[in-house]
T-cell receptor, first 110, second 116 residues
Framework: NAGVTQTPKFRVLKTGQSMTLLCAQDMNHEYMYWYRQDPGMGLRLIHYSVGEGTTAKGEVPDGYNVSRLKKQNFLLGLESAAPSQTSVYFC?????????FGNGTRLTVT | AQSVTQPDIHITVSEGASLELRCNYSYGATPYLFWYVQSPGQGLQLLLKYFSGDTLVQGIKGFEAEFKRSQSSFNLRKPSVHWSDAAEYFCAVGSYSGGGADGLTFGKGTHLIIQP
């Protein structure tokens, strides 16, 4: 029972590079979320999805895009990475709220 | 806009002592309240949630929380802490109607230190 799996676990990017973070859940959850966690800031919602094919903006969506082509996967993309996007990114899923979290992706943008 | 305040950034408690972590929220309607715990290098684990009904909620690992509407609070308690409880604790609030479906608003966390 994997739960919520995030890949990769670590990544270093140069400014301007692009990348995609993958979140996969095996619990058949409708709702999936992407958060970023910064020291002293708690978690802030980037984007979320209430079902396959749907996405919506959260509190801090600028500089990120998402896609939910399959129910079990929620992708977070950075088209042109900036140092301000250095953070730990968490994916979460749930029946109707973020109840299960992945272990995070630590991203550094230099 | 909804918000969550965790007044204590750090709390130090002796092993075996009781614990209370404070959480105050600001929300215009009936809130949907959560407590999560995060160990170093890990994701968040749900401890308990309040949706409706009994205002005293029991969670995992011996934790409980009490919803007090008059004080806009949802404090987390444990009668006797163990060294393994050392972690970061987050309170969060979501919309009752959506059950938190539009994502929760998190507090900035309280870092719990356990003294031997």
């Amino acid at each position: 029972n994997a739960g919520v799996t995030q890949t990769p676990k670590f990544r270093v990017l140069k400014t301007g590079q692009s990348m995609t973070l993958l979140c996969a859940q095996d619990m058949n959850h409708e709702y999936m979320y992407w958060y970023r966690q910064d020291p002293g800031m708690g978690l802030r919602l980037i984007h979320y999805s209430v079902g396959e094919g749907t996405t919506a903006k959260g509190e801090v969506p600028d500089g990120y895009n998402v896609s939910r082509l399959k129910k079990q996967n929620f992708l977070l993309g950075l088209e042109s990475a900036a140092p301000s996007q250095t953070s730990v990114y968490f994916c979460a899923s749930g029946v109707n709220s973020p109840l299960h979290f992945g272990n995070g992706t630590r991203l550094t943008v230099t | 806009a909804q918000s969550v305040t965790q007044p204590d950034i750090h709390i130090t408690v002796s092993e075996g002592a009781s614990l209370e972590l404070r959480c105050n929220y600001s929300y215009g309607a009936t809130p949907y309240l959560f407590w999560y715990v995060q160990s170093p290098g890990q994701g968040l684990q749900l401890l308990l949630k309040y949706f409706s009904g009994d205002t005293l909620v029991q969670g995992i690992k011996g934790f409980e929380a009490e919803f007090k509407r008059s004080q806009s609070s949802f404090n987390l308690r444990k009668p006797s802490v163990h060294w393994s409880d050392a972690a970061e604790y987050f309170c969060a609030v979501g919309s009752y109607s959506g059950g938190g479906a539009d994502g929760l608003t998190f507090g900035k966390g309280t870092h719990l230190i356990i003294q031997p």
